[in-house]
């Protein structure tokens, strides 16, 4: 799952992407309005983590200009005000919720939680497709005509999720590079094609009939023998 944090204040930013890092969410820092919204713009993050008083463009011109462009991202308002007017002003533009600084980092993660179940974002905790299964909590990739299973790292676990979340489309490489490495990431091709044969290699392993398939010029997608 990706984040993004828009805020200002850079101690508080680098605490909050520490913390969010820690508990293996991927994330992504921006310190004005204008970079939030390109960012939102991609389509790549879960939730936004938005701070009210930015430069250029405040939380409030962000989500405005967020809703109106149909951008359904899931937003946390961050705000140093505790003004009951503010709160409200946030959610009828369309936050999901509000949170005052200081916070605790419990309230926070319990917040994050709260909002990425509302988008039915990793209620489950397998993932399936034709003789594979992928277990969440463990990052084990397991095969059902064979008992076999693997553990799988976290970036080939991060590709796998994207593969079984959409089994009948191509993923180009450029859009696995952006979920996986991150917006401003440096990865290459050559870094996705590496991935690609981790993950082939473990399904090979584990007995699969599972394959990921070369789109000439285009990317790579799941096949298996039809039923």
């Not at 200081?102 to 917040?111: D, G, K, M, N, V």
């Not at 489950?124 to 594979?132: G, Q, T, V």
Request: proline share 2%; glycine share 4%; aromatic share 8%.
């Amino acid at each position: 799952m990706r984040i993004l944090i828009a805020e200002d204040e850079k101690r508080l930013a680098n605490a909050l992407r520490q913390i969010l890092t820690e508990k293996k969410y991927m994330v992504d820092v921006v310190f004005d309005g204008k970079d939030a919204l390109a960012y939102v713009k991609s389509g790549i993050y879960d939730l936004v983590i938005l701070d009210i008083m930015l430069p250029y463009m405040n939380g409030f011109e962000v989500i405005s200009a967020m809703r109106k462009e149909n951008l359904s991202t899931p937003v946390l308002m961050l705000t140093a005000r505790d003004s009951i007017s503010d709160k409200v002003k946030g959610l009828e533009m369309g936050a999901d919720d509000y949170m005052t600084k200081p916070f605790s980092t419990e309230e926070l993660l319990a917040r994050i939680r709260v909002l990425t179940r509302r988008r039915g974002e990793m209620i489950m905790n397998e993932m399936h497709f034709h003789d594979i299964v992928f277990y969440l909590d463990r990052a084990e990739l397991s095969c059902t005509s064979t008992s076999k299973n693997i553990k799988l790292s976290f970036k080939e676990s991060e590709m796998l999720k994207l593969f079984l979340s959409r089994p009948e489309s191509v993923l180009t490489k450029e859009e696995l590079i952006t979920k996986i490495w991150g917006y401003d990431s440096d990865a290459s091709d050559n870094n996705v094609e590496a991935y690609i044969s981790f993950l082939r290699k473990k399904l090979h392993f584990v007995g699969s009939e599972v394959q990921i398939v070369s789109k000439k010029k285009i990317g790579y997608k799941f096949e298996a023998p039809l039923c």
